[in-house]
């Protein structure tokens, strides 16, 4: 089977435009995360998606969104970038699902894009 | 406010010994997991665990839902065990919170 797979890897991009991050979740995963890395706050949840629908988001501003297509796959877009916002975005997939409202999946992750604002 | 801690940051071993990573949560979780991201980025989650202890190898990883503590152990450590070891607690939500991490440097 394969894993998880991001596109691009790397990404250079100028602050004030904007960028369109790819995942391909694990075939059958219908749950796909996403979280960004950076050397100063580590890593921190931005949203998750299931079915199409956005459960949960992080605390981030609105400049971050994401969708997830029918087939699982799912996009994350980065509006007026900022300096900021250079960082190794990851993307985890699971089976997901909720067992009483509480979650026991495990995540598998994607290689991650590198994203530098300059 | 869910926070997760993990000690110590950073750990230098010699090829061998045996090595303990402590991760402790602040809330009540649904399930405490393990990673480990090797330079360059990509991350592989190691263990998931809500009670007791799993073994994979020689990683061991231990949990103590009262005290809301979790260990992982590292026997016979060797230099491809270098890594930061990266503890999350499993949100509500299917999300992760995660520790700062904890680098890992095995000397041969």
């Known amino acids: 089977k394969a894993g998880v797979t991001q596109t691009p890897r790397y990404l250079i991009k100028t602050r004030g435009q904007q960028v369109t991050l790819s995942c391909s979740p694990i075939s059958g995963h219908r749950s796909v995360s996403w979280y960004q890395q950076t050397p100063g706050q580590g890593l921190q949840f931005l949203f998750e998606?299931?079915?199409?629908?956005?459960?949960n988001k992080g605390n981030f501003p609105g400049r971050f969104s994401g969708r997830q297509f029918s087939n699982s796959r799912s996009e994350m877009n980065v509006s007026t970038l900022e300096l900021g916002d250079s960082a190794l975005y990851l993307c985890a997939s699971s089976t997901a699902g909720l067992a009483g409202g509480r979650s026991y999946n495990e995540q598998f992750f994607g290689p991650g894009t590198r994203l530098t604002v300059l | 406010k869910n926070e997760v801690e993990q000690s110590p940051q950073n750990l230098t071993a010699q090829e061998g010994e045996f090595i303990t990573i402590n991760c402790s949560y602040s809330?009540?979780?649904?399930?405490l997991h393990w990673l480990q991201q090797h330079p360059g980025g990509g991350i592989v989650s190691l263990f998931m665990l809500s009670s007791g202890k799993k073994k994979h190898g020689r990683l061991i990883a231990t949990i103590n839902i009262q005290e809301k503590h979790s260990s992982l152990h590292i026997t016979a450590s060797h230099p491809r065990d270098s890594a930061v070891y990266i503890c999350a607690q499993g949100g509500s939500q299917g999300n992760l919170i995660f520790g700062k991490g904890t680098k890992l440097s095995v000397k041969p």
């Open positions: 998606y299931f079915s199409e629908t956005q459960r």
């Open positions: 809330v009540g979780i649904s399930a």
